[in-house]
């Protein structure tokens, strides 16, 4: 048969709309989806038609043309943001969401997202107020600020600081600290954007305190310390302490703004980690501004906080960009639950999802790793594949501790038969409720520490389905 009878074959967009089968099976979905799913499919068929070579052409079926129309409206119609399990052991994974929040916070963002709130009422005074004041007092209580500011993310804080203290001045930053962080964060665009005029002092691997000293003019708005996240540069190096930067830009009146990057409140030292300054620990420095994310070590929602003295703060308050970047009410509940838990480092370590990842025990997850293993063997057949508890290391992600590898437990599957690693990967990938994991050395590797208890089970139901013949 010709490839232009075969296209003649082809059932109508028409003809599809009325069939019956394909009315029940798509019953519920609107048909402004279904009539453009089928045109989508149809035209998918044509261009696979005339693509193939001539005797090679695909058997044109209706009942299984139905079948592809309600399989990709089933798709379409629902979210394409959805749930993952992550069993890669990146805790903060920018790919997948950064921090989860706690319970704390998932309650507060409900109550004040199914009801009316006093996001800028002031009920004291009985008129308007301010949506920052509802997090700047536990702020300034928990770091010991004199002030403080939260917008959108710690892009538009570092953006915003620079454009009000230092536009059309200059401000002197380290060679070494000019970095790009994520795809299109790089400080010396970023510098530009805000109209500041960037002045670059010392080397690559070496800056010392005449660097920032020889830089100073009268255009000189402001000294800058940016954390380089997951850049390091290792061997011969030196850089300037902030506390001697503060009292170098005090003997000069030149403020002093530490880009902190990944914010932490917490002494992570304590727990067997890489020690990173706090919050609390910069601000008793004297700087006068810091910057940094909310979703990263601090494990709350994603925005940008501005924290300092209150001349500067008050100075970022005003700028009219400030509504640009401001939060929105539910980032708004999600921060003001997990500062509260910061007031008991142990309610913090225990509720906040990000922090008891990262400071969780090797005892417990080797315990979780034996019992993912006992529902894992219990869930598919036997002789699949070999299953073994193995040790590993986890990563913090998101920028933080990026030369710390966190000891960990893996529940580690290796295939047998024709099954092959990266075909079960691809499965469980995409699935209804997707797996990310990892794949050394031909094996599936699940790491605990990113699996939450509750959804043991259902890593077992994902294994199980991407097993089964198909």
Known sequence: MSKQAILKNLPSVDELLRDEDLGQLTKGMPRSLVKETVRQVLESLRRKILETPEGDEPEIRKDRVIQDVVSLAKQKAGPHFQRVINASGVVVHTNLGRSLLAPQALEHINALSSHYSNLEFDLDAGRRGSRYSHVEDILKELTGAESALVVNNNAAAVFLVLETLAKGREVVVSRGELVEIGGSFRIPDVMARSGACMVEVGTTNKTHPKDYENAVTEATALFLKVHTSNFRIIGFTQDVPLVDLVKLGQKHGIPVMKDLGSGCFLDLSKYGLTKEPTVQETIRTGVDVATFSG??????????????????????????????????????AALEATLMLYRDEEEARKHIPTVAMITAPLEELNSRAQRLKRRIRNAIPTGIVELAVVDGSSRVGGGALPEMNLPTRLVALTPKDDLSAAKIEDRLRRLPLPVVCRIEQDRILLDVRTILESELVDVCKALESALAPQ
Do not use: E, Y
């Open 295 to 332: 979703d990263k070590l601090l494990g709350g929602p994603q925005a940008g906080l501005i924290l300092g003295k209150k001349r500067f703060v008050d100075q970022v308050k005003k700028n009219p960009l400030n509504r640009a970047v401001r939060i929105d009410k539910l980032t708004l």
